[in-house]
């Protein structure tokens, strides 16, 4: 014959169980002290054993009371779980998503986007492409779940995780004079004027870092906030660039941009996926966390 024990009675069997008394069960789930003792009763009718006994002026379990108060206790452990759970799965398929990203990131970011929002298609996105040194601000402010940049912010305390690599390459037109050389020497480049990005900029820190470590200078030609006219200018003549590799897409292929080879280069960097210290991802947050930390790498397809 099944057993029609109910989680309720269950519930209230486990709490009385553990206190070792009705009255604190009672006050426990917010019952009365006669609501508590009917449950058990019914439960003990239902088993067809006692589960408490009275030895003077205290209770106590019964062999049979031991056993099924395990068995409560673990169905409450995994009742608790599903709770869990339920409230992670709502907010995963649900919920919202503020990421921000570092301009040159948006090559791949909404590729990373893209693929995220077919798995949970009623997550609302929102996504906001601007350069390190906002990207700075804004996690000061507390205003994005996620960031992805190149570099973690100085100044702001932070928790990053590095999750591919991002290396920074020379580009020129086609038919310049250096196109066939290899390892051509850095110090070439000291009278060079480069195209690079704004001042704020992730890329322009590290190109101007890599320079001075080794002791080469630096010229900044002309410059421009966007990868893609960066990359336009290098192929109109205005000078060569540098810029992460995962700016070019089809340049290469098509041959209207070269990578030079030249020594020491790349310089090698990482992306970062970051939050501000302290702050609690909601589920859908963590979720794309681990999305791009497991997988954002087969997502993003490099040049040749
Ligand atoms: P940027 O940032 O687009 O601001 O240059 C990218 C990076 O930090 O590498």
């Known amino acids: 014959m099944a057993l029609n024990i109910t989680f309720r009675q269950l519930k209230v069997f486990e709490s009385a169980g553990r206190h070792l008394s009705y009255t604190r069960a009672a006050e426990e789930l917010h019952l009365s002290q006669p609501g508590v003792s009917m449950q058990i009763k019914q439960l003990e009718e239902m088993i067809g054993l006692p589960l408490f006994e009275q ?19 673990s169905i409450g452990h995994l009742l608790d779980e599903v709770e869990v759970v339920v409230k992670d799965l709502k907010g995963v398929q649900s919920g919202k998503l503020a990421i921000s990203v570092a301009t040159t990131a948006s090559h791949f970011a909404t590729r990373l986007l893209a693929a995220f929002s077919q798995r949970y298609e009623r997550v609302t996105i929102s996504l906001d492409i601007t350069n390190r040194a906002s990207l700075r601000d804004q996690l000061d402010n507390n205003v994005p779940d996620l ?3 190149g570099q973690p912010p100085e100044g702001v305390e932070v928790k990053s995780d590095a999750f591919m690599e991002n290396p920074l390459v020379i580009i020129a037109p086609a038919n310049h004079s250096l196109a066939k050389e290899s390892n051509i020497p850095l110090k070439h480049f000291e009278d060079e004027h480069f195209v690079v990005r704004e001042a704020g900029s992730g890329t322009r820190i590290a190109i101007r870092r890599f320079f001075e470590q080794h002791g080469v200078s630096f010229h900044t030609g002309i410059e421009m906030s966007s990868n893609e006219a960066i990359k336009q200018a290098v192929e109109a003549g205005l000078g060569l660039g540098i810029v992460s590799i995962h700016t070019l897409e089809l340049e290469l292929e098509t041959g209207r941009l070269v990578l030079l080879d030249v020594e020491d280069f790349p310089i090698l960097r990482h992306w970062h996926i970051v939050q501000r210290a ?17 997988e954002a790498e087969q997502f993003i397809r490099l040049p040749g």
């Open 55 to 73: 030895i003077g002026k205290k209770m106590h379990l019964t062999p049979a009371g031991h056993e099924i108060f395990t068995y409560s206790q």
């Open 278 to 294: 302290g702050k609690r991802l909601s589920p859908v947050a963590m979720a794309f966390k681990q999305f791009v930390l497991e």
């Open 147 to 149: 960031v992805i940049m």
